[in-house]
């Protein structure tokens, strides 16, 4: 059975830097599509950032530059490398798969895996 396991939220001044990490087991995760999502109190889920199983990436515009996505196969590791944080990025991420298509979708239906969440709080 997929199992896909966060770490690395935590709380982090305006300005500073988190790395998240997303634990994949029991998937073909080496082809599969990766996303970060996050969700904001009281706001509907919304992508971040998504990776490919051949490393085509997206990012969502308010991203601006800031945040990397990448993934360790011999780890079978996606990695969300956030910098220039600022207080509206304050959120619940979550790592998501689907299947190795090749697409990034934006939609949270799209995918088939989740994780349950690490929260990242960031202080003005």
């Known amino acids: 059975q997929a199992r896909l396991v966060e770490s690395g939220g935590g709380l982090v001044q305006a300005g500073g830097s988190l790395r998240l990490s997303c634990a994949a087991s029991g998937l073909t995760y080496s082809r599969s599509t990766m996303g970060w999502f996050r969700q904001a109190t009281g706001k509907q889920r919304e992508l971040v950032a998504g990776i490919t199983g051949s490393g085509a990436n997206y990012y969502a515009d308010f991203v601006e530059g800031r945040f990397t996505i990448s993934r360790d196969s011999a780890r079978r590791t996606v990695y969300l490398q956030m910098n220039s944080l600022k207080f509206e990025d304050t959120a619940v991420y979550y790592c998501?798969?689907?299947?190795?298509?090749?697409?990034?979708?934006?939609?949270?239906?799209?995918?088939?895996?989740w994780g349950q969440g690490t929260q990242v709080t960031v202080s003005s």
């Open positions: 998501a798969a689907r299947r190795p298509d090749g697409l990034i979708p934006s939609g949270e239906s799209e995918y088939d895996y």
